[in-house]
């Protein structure tokens, strides 16, 4: 069985201030809350290879992985996996954004499957996504329209 996430949220900015600032991966420890560093490995075009460290657990262990995006400026989607998968037997992300009255509607789609000797398995993981996914979109709603009552 694998695991499936499907979170959105609508943030009331300018789709240019939402997709710039969301797909802005140096700066995401700025912009969620759980992220300690983003590292820009690669570069190629609209394609970025990059490791998040998150913030230790409360264990105290250190989570860190490399990850791949792929950006499509024009149909306002990306595509993500994760390149080293820790836990995961495979990680599949799609961000979606769409212009709606009120916004922009972000919407994270997950498609994953657990390791058989991980900490959690495939509905444990789901429910922790779905719980963070929502914490972690309610924080980006909150800063980026912060951002956009500030820009000029």
């Given amino acids: 069985m694998a695991g499936h996430t499907d979170n959105e949220i609508v ?7 939402v997709w710039e600032r969301t797909n802005d991966v140096e700066s995401w420890p700025e912009l969620f809350s759980e992220y300690a560093s983003a590292q820009v490995l690669e570069r ?3 394609r ?3 490791r998040l460290t998150m ?11 490399v990850s791949e995006r792929v950006a499509d400026p024009t149909t306002r989607t990306v595509t993500a996996r994760r390149v080293t998968t820790g836990p995961f037997e495979r990680m599949d992300i799609r ?17 994953f499957e657990m390791k058989p000797d991980a ?10 996504i779905n719980e963070n996914s929502r914490v972690q979109m309610s924080l980006i709603k909150l800063k980026v329209e912060e951002l956009a009552c500030t820009a000029p």
């Fill in 11 to 17: 943030i009331d900015a300018p789709m240019d201030l």
């Fill in 44 to 46: 190629d075009g609209n």
């Fill in 48 to 50: 970025v290879l990059f």
């Fill in 55 to 65: 913030h230790p657990d409360a264990d105290g262990h250190v989570w860190t992985w």
């Fill in 95 to 111: 961000w979606t954004y769409e212009q709606v009255d009120g916004g922009v509607r972000m919407r994270w789609t997950q498609d």
């Fill in 119 to 128: 900490p959690v398995d495939d509905a444990g993981m789901t429910r922790h």
